[in-house]
């Protein structure tokens, strides 16, 4: 692991996000209508998304177990896309980002989706998972949708 003890205790943060994209309109309707046998998939693929931020670093061998103080994470369908948007925020103050926390969160949330709605959908896909926000610490602030606002050495 690297070593981290050098480090100022900064509030840090970090947004991923990432989309599932159903094969077809009647497939989403179990979500959308809340008639999937397995129950409601946006409640539960959001509670399994807040469960893997906080087992990030039993996941990923090099990652920091940290503190963490905040987590969001919202699933919002597009009807028209035919898909769902999966968006996973996570807060701390400490010594090292959330980045990972915030990617598995997002794509444990996408796998619960894909797991809930497979016997309706083989097809389905898992797609641009990836961070699109971040602050706090030495690196600065990144932001996707707003690069203007993004630290200097970051352009």
């Known amino acids: 692991m690297v070593a981290i003890h050098g480090k100022e205790v900064t509030h840090r943060s970090a947004i991923a996000e990432g989309f599932i994209i159903f094969s077809n309109p009647e497939s989403m309707n179990s979500l959308l209508l809340e008639s999937n ?8 693929a959001r509670i399994a998304g807040i469960m893997a931020v906080k087992k990030t670093a039993e996941l990923i061998p090099l990652c920091h177990p940290i503190s963490i103080t ?5 699933l919002t369908p597009n009807e028209k896309e035919i898909s769902v948007k999966v968006s996973c925020e996570v807060h701390c103050d400490g010594k090292t980002g959330v980045e990972m926390e915030a990617l598995t969160g997002a794509t444990v949330s996408l796998l619960t989706v894909y797991d809930m709605c497979k016997a309706v959908d083989k097809m389905m896909r898992i ?29």
Not at 37 to 44: L, P, T
Not at 70 to 74: E, F, L, P, Q
């Open 127 to 155: 797609s641009d998972c990836r961070v699109v926000k971040k602050s706090g610490g030495k690196s600065g602030d990144i932001d996707l949708y707003h690069p203007s606002s993004n630290s200097e050495h970051h352009r």
């Open 37 to 44: 046998k397995k129950g409601d998939v946006i409640s539960i």
């Open 70 to 74: 905040g987590i969001k994470v919202d």
